[in-house]
């Protein structure tokens, strides 16, 4: 897994009220490997419209958040749960990565840093590379994290320091 470190500066918090840089907002979403699309359907996608931004976050089967935006303050956040309840405004917001792979400048695709070291041309015909090579993410990225991360760590290095030794096979 990735260090915990990457995974605790990995994280986007917006409060209603407070100011947002749509930018970093943006930049944020592509990093974490979220997509762009037209109509939020799936974990991972996301849309703008004008001021209104609409995010479905990993892990929240079946739920949405809209980011509602009057001009760089975050003016109002809902959630939508499936199609049958009502949105369920709240006063922040915080998102996650999509992915293992986040990508940053020292471990975005094509930076020469990931699987074009390790393949070099004998790897043109696998698709991680060809992903890389292009300055994409691809499916399956995860199998690969030590080429976009410098230090991995295990679900053990997760767990409270009390509770590892219960989790420790001995």
């Known amino acids: 897994m990735p260090a915990r470190d990457v995974l605790r500066e990995a994280a986007f918090t917006a409060q209603v ?44 089967s079946g739920s949405r958040c809209g980011l509602d935006l009057f001009g760089d303050v975050l003016d109002g956040a809902r959630r939508f749960d499936p199609p049958s309840a009502p949105p369920k405004s709240w006063t922040w917001s915080s998102l996650a990565p999509v992915s293992e792979v986040i990508l940053d400048e020292a471990r975005s695709p094509g930076s020469g ?6 393949f ?8 991680l590379y060809e992903a890389d090579q292009c300055g994409a993410q691809t499916s399956g990225a995860e199998h ?8 991995l760590e295990t679900l053990f290095d997760y767990l409270p320091r009390g509770h590892r030794s219960a989790w420790m096979i001995k």
């Open 17 to 60: 009220g407070a100011r947002i840089d749509e930018t970093a907002l943006r930049d944020f979403l592509v990093r974490m490997g979220f997509v762009q699309s037209p109509t939020v359907m799936e974990p991972g996608d996301y849309a703008i419209r004008g001021g209104i931004i609409d995010v479905y976050p990993p892990g929240r």
């Open 120 to 127: 070099g041309a004998a790897g043109t015909d696998d698709p």
């Open 113 to 118: 840093r990931t699987t074009a070291i390790e």
């Open 144 to 151: 690969w994290l030590p080429f976009f991360h410098d230090k």
